[in-house]
């Protein structure tokens, strides 16, 4: 655990990064003074679209499962494009790349998705070793993209920790042009990574398949710098927008604590 980057605002941290993605992220969050991702896992691009539209207003970051949206085609990312524009966020494709380097190559840039030519964020596993790193590089550095590392997984009888998460930290290390950070529940490292957080509610507890749920105000004093919730926001249909508002609400307060700057002004 790093204290100096763990107490650093999000405006000190832009000079720490180089990376455009990470870049434009740091600077969406301060715009907006919001570090909530809302993960939108819906499966079909009329809900996918409604849901983005609604809580556009409060977040930094969209986070996708393009893989699940059963009318997909190319229009659902033009439309996806003018509502980040509309509401000023960025893309997260929640794809988690677990191949070799040749192959991720081609599921990163090809296939029906295409995934890099329109997320500025993606993320892989480090099971297969460092070759996944620089695959995924050789599409996403030339257009400006990011990659995050699942270092940490929120569910149940997660592999991944100790040595593992370990390990994802030092191949994070070999690549600190594109890796920008981590998909964990606390910080790591004593460099600046960005550490993107799942499994969040303000109710904890968990779901009937192994997630396990914390809240904004304890991921963000472990070290989450954005906090990703799904079901918590877009649970109840049609409260989408107020919900990610209250979620808005509470990261920023969290953060403030964590920086020690205070609460209600800058809300
Ligand atoms: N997600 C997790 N935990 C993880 C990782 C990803 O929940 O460790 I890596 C994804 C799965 C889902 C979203 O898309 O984040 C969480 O959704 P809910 O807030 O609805 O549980």
Redesign the pocket.
Known sequence: MSPQVQTQTYDVRLSNHTNPAARALLECILRKRSNLCV?V?LSTSAELLEVVDAVGPSVCLI?T?MDIVEDFDQSVIDRLRVLSEKHDFLIFE?R?FADIGNTVVLQYSKGVHKIASWAQLT?AHVVPGSGIITGLASVGLPLGRGLLL?A????AG?L?QGAYTDAALAMAREHRDFVVGF?A?RRLGDEDWLILT????LGSGG?SMG?Q?NTPREVVRRGADVI????????KRGEAGKEAERYRKEGWEAYLARVGGGTSRLL
């Open positions: 993960s896992d986070k499962h929640d988690k993320n699942l940490e997984m929120s569910s997660t991944a998909i529940q799942p499994g969040v509610q779901d997630q749920y990703i919730v799904g079901r918590g926001v877009y649970g």
